[in-house]
Nanobody, 124 residues
Framework: QVQLVESGGGLVQAGDSLRLSCAASGRTFSGYIMGWFRQAPGREREFVASISRSGGSTSYADSVKGRFTISADNAKNTVYLQMNSLKPEDTAVYYC?????????????????WGQGTQVTVSS
């Protein structure tokens, strides 16, 4: 089992930055693909970014490419999502997820473990 706890959400203005953290515990953290998803009210949960166990392979949704950066610190069992140039449409609950696989995935069903989520609100 893997337990995930997100933190770092909050209320910011358009153009500001935030860094989300996801602390993992349980099974060997370095053996998983870690991902960030988000869900806005009335919308389906959508992929934001993922990172491989080594940190050498990352993937991003087109909507955040160039603005968000995912990174991992295996020594701290923590994954980060640095979000810059935030827009009101980035407002959502952000979830950290883990997938026991060699391959990345961009669909929620591909991830077995989820955190409780952290709210990010971007005002215009």
């Amino acid at each position: 089992q893997v337990q995930l706890v997100e933190s770092g959400g909050g209320l910011v203005q358009a153009g500001d930055s935030l860094r989300l953290s996801c602390a993992a515990s349980g099974r060997t953290f370095s053996g998983y693909i870690m991902g960030w998803f988000r869900q806005a009210p009335g919308r389906e949960r959508e992929f934001v970014a993922s990172i491989s166990r080594s940190g050498g392979s990352t993937s991003y949704a087109d909507s955040v490419k160039g603005r968000f950066t995912i990174s991992a610190d295996n020594a701290k069992n923590t994954v980060y999502l640095q979000m810059n140039s935030l827009k009101p449409e980035d407002t959502a609950v952000y979830y950290c997820a883990a997938r026991n696989s060699y391959y990345s995935g961009s669909y929620p069903y591909q991830y077995a473990y989820w955190g409780q989520g952290t709210q990010v609100t971007v005002s215009s």
